[in-house]
């Protein structure tokens, strides 16, 4: 919290310490390597500029870019080619640090541009620094650098480009860590002993460093690399960055001073310092992209045991029971909570078929939605079915959501999910449904539920069976609810259906369309059998006269349309067919039937 008010209410003083800092080692590299009173042979200050503008925020690049500029200018106009160059090559060194900045952030994963994150950044790092900003930028610095010095233009470009692509290469992986704490992090992190190993074999690289550069006799320029791929190995991208900063001091100091194996070779000082910084290039990627490797199959290790821990402690204390099935539909794992959705215990189920916990009716369905799962990997997959092992009375609803396991390739290799209980859930459905599709005051089907019982059967004549729709209603009700008042109308159209059940087949259908109009489907009936039905309904309502209470007596009676249904028609065109017939007995004194023309 006091870090970050502080960064807030010093805006100027990181950039501020980065232009210092670039300062330093801008003028150090001008007053030591240039040989030929060109360009320096040695250039590691653009790799803090790339480190910083890599982990920070866009919008803090302008400050740290006003004052590196302000750096660049006064190192160049004080140690290297004078005041004339300073301000071109300041815009040379800002181009190029930025082109290497806005490829990795434009390349590299959300909120991780570092070339230490991975080997996929690093390569993004080394293909931007070396095959686009160095090439384009070195040649502006070649004709800056050819035109105010005795250098050549093809001396110069090689000059600029050996000294930044190395510079940049060595240093910017080491600032960018150290930028961005992860020294302080590995410090306070790491256990004793890991610190003391990291110390031991530090240590023995820098006595083997020390002893080819200074003692040998012999070329032995590749005896380090065995403790630096051990290194990398056992500490991983720190502790390669901190060889190379040990490699680059011992290193450096030797061939710098005439002294070691590089020393030896023909050519001038400045050819010994590029030779060298080559040396530590390749050197850098022996070790840093092994260790970068390295360093991202830990996090991946981490994050799958992180994973695997909270799928653990889901899958052993959810209600809902989790699993784990093969391509082929066996059983590898199922959570403790099986015992208690079906009354077994895991190890029972473990090598076996998941089909056979499923009853017969839904094997399809649950077998079609296991293809799915595994031919969509991508795709999340429900299916409900009722269990064949249930530890409730009345079997169990229950619901499996599922997807594919993915191996490396992309190939499924079976399957995960959940399966919950959905019983409760199952019969409220049912209750609804049955509030939705019953009229609750007669107990005949709601207008819904009929029509769409009428739509199915028209489907079904279309495919060669015979059945009527019979429109009803009831005659002269508005009398009834004036005269004795809306109860006893009520009692009247609960009778009225009432009296009309014994007279149906179980396989017909009695629906109230609203008010006093009800309809009669009549499965498998022509219309003469469907006329004689309807004859003898009258005259059980005739017979069967309603009480509505204080000893009323009411005679019911209803006039009736026929119609016959056809396949090609609708539900909504055989009631209309229906209901001009109706309209037809009303007129004709009530009380009868009448056929659709």
Not at 526 to 534: E, K
Request: net charge positive; with cysteine.
């Amino acid at each position: 919290m006091q870090r970050t008010a502080l960064r807030h209410s010093r805006p100027w003083l990181a950039p501020a310490l980065i232009g210092l800092l670039y300062f330093v080692a801008a003028a150090l590299a001008l007053s030591v390597s240039r040989y030929e009173g060109g360009l320096a042979f040695i250039w590691g200050a653009n790799a803090l500029l790339m480190a910083q503008l890599m982990i920070s925020r866009s919008a803090t690049w302008p400050r740290t870019i006003l004052f590196c500029a302000i750096a660049s200018t006064a190192a160049t106009a004080l140690f290297g080619m004078g005041p004339v160059a300073a301000v071109p090559m300041t815009f040379v060194n800002i181009a190029e640090a930025l082109i290497v900045a806005l490829i990795c952030r434009r390349f590299a994963a959300k909120g991780s541009a570092s070339a230490t994150g991975s080997l996929r950044l690093l390569v993004i790092f080394i293909v931007a620094l070396s095959l686009v900003a160095n090439v384009v930028c070195a040649v502006a610095a070649a004709l800056i650098a050819s035109s105010l010095t005795p250098v050549s233009f093809a001396g110069a470009w090689l000059q600029w480009y050996a000294g930044h692509v190395l510079g940049g290469l060595t240093c910017t992986p080491i600032l960018t860590m150290l930028l961005q704490g992860d020294g302080r992090r590995w410090m306070r992190e790491t256990s004793v002993w890991t610190k003391a190993e990291t110390a031991g074999w530090l240590s023995l690289f820098a006595l083997m460093t020390w002893w080819v550069f200074y003692m040998a006799r012999y070329p032995l320029l590749f005896a380090p690399v065995l403790p630096l791929v051990i290194i990398a190995f056992r500490i991983g991208h720190l502790g390669s960055a901190a060889s190379i900063v040990i490699l680059a001091f011992i290193g450096g100091s030797a061939t710098m001073a005439g002294i070691g194996p590089i020393s030896w070779l023909p050519g001038l000082p400045g050819e010994h310092i590029q030779f060298f910084q080559l040396y530590l290039a390749f050197t850098f990627l022996l070790s840093v992209p092994v260790s970068a490797e390295l360093n991202g199959r830990r996090r991946l290790f981490q994050m799958l045991r992180q994973s695997e821990e909270r799928f653990r402690i889901l899958a052993e204390h959810s209600g809902d029971v989790v699993f784990n099935l093969g391509t082929d539909g066996v059983v590898h794992y199922v959570s403790p909570s099986v015992a208690d959705q079906i009354g077994v215990a895991p190890g029972k189920l473990i090598g076996r078929l998941a089909l056979d916990l499923v009853s017969p009716q839904d094997r399809a369905v649950v077998v079609a939605t296991h293809r799915r799962a595994l031919t969509h990997g991508h795709d999340v997959h429900k299916v409900e079915f009722r269990s064949l092992m249930s530890a409730k009375a009345g079997g169990q609803w229950c619901e499996m959501v599922m997807r594919a396991i993915l191996d490396d390739r992309g190939t499924p290799a079976g399957v995960v999910g959940t399966v919950r209980d959905i019983s409760r859930h199952k019969a409220l459905q049912e209750e609804l449904q049955h509030v939705a599709d019953c009229d609750a005051l007669t107990g005949a089907d709601s207008r819904r539920a009929f029509l769409g019982e009428l739509d199915k059967e028209i489907r079904a004549v279309g495919r060669g069976a015979r059945s009527c729709l019979l429109l009803i209603d009831i005659d002269h009700f508005k009398v009834i609810n004036d005269r004795y008042g809306h109860a006893a109308g009520d009692e009247v159209l609960r009778a009225f259906v009432e009296r009309l059940r014994p007279g149906v087949r179980g396989k017909d259908r009695i629906g109230r369309l609203g008010g006093e109009e009800f309809a009669i489907l009549l499965r498998h009936a022509d219309i003469d059998r469907a006329s004689r039905l309807c004859e003898r309904l009258r005259a059980m309502l005739a017979a069967n006269p309603v009480e509505i209470g204080g000893g009323r007596v009411v005679t019911v009676t209803f006039s009736a349309g026929l119609v016959a249904l056809e396949g090609v028609s609708t539900g909504a065109a055989m009631l209309e067919a229906a209901d001009k017939a109706l309209y037809r007995a009303k007129h004709s004194g009530r009380n009868c039937l009448r056929l659709a023309a």
